[in-house]
């Protein structure tokens, strides 16, 4: 069963984090979101649950030049990617459906975080994954 409301994390192009507790989840709500299409990018997957931290991000974000938001960091501390845009940070379930961050995964999404970068003012962010 989809869940209607969730707890999300969205992170604006200033790089403003927000808890959501009841965030809509549904296609349009996202999308409004990040400005399009959306495309999902996994951050990290828990082998036991078998749910992944997915940041969902516009799909032709880096296309029509949107600014960095999360340069995502292996553990070999060599950048995977930067995503861009403004952010929604949910989870997905074995099935892929678009599930609630647990209180727990908020606390993991937050510690994973480091030391903004200095991009002229603009507060980027490295997340430390181990999913690559």
């Known amino acids: ?3 209607t409301k969730i707890q999300a994390i969205t992170i604006d192009e200033q790089g403003v984090f927000t808890i959501h507790k009841d965030w809509e989840n549904t296609l349009e709500k996202m999308q409004q979101h990040v400005g399009g299409y959306i495309e999902a990018f996994t951050l990290t997957f828990d082998d036991v649950t078998e749910r992944r931290i997915t940041a969902w991000l516009n799909d032709e974000g880096k296309l029509i030049g949107l600014e960095p938001t999360l340069v995502i960091v ?3 501390e060599e950048v995977i990617d930067v995503l861009v845009g403004n952010l929604l940070i ?3 379930d074995h099935e ?3 599930v609630g961050l647990t209180d ?3 606390h993991l999404f937050l510690d994973k975080l ?3 970068y200095d991009k002229g003012g603009n507060g980027v962010r ?3 994954t181990d999913c690559y």
């Open 104 to 106: 727990e995964e908020v």
């Open 114 to 116: 480091g030391m903004a």
């Open 74 to 76: 292996g553990s070999d």
């Open 126 to 128: 490295c997340f430390f």
């Open 96 to 98: 892929g459906e678009t």
């Open 90 to 92: 949910t989870c997905t």
């Open 1 to 3: 069963m989809v869940e």
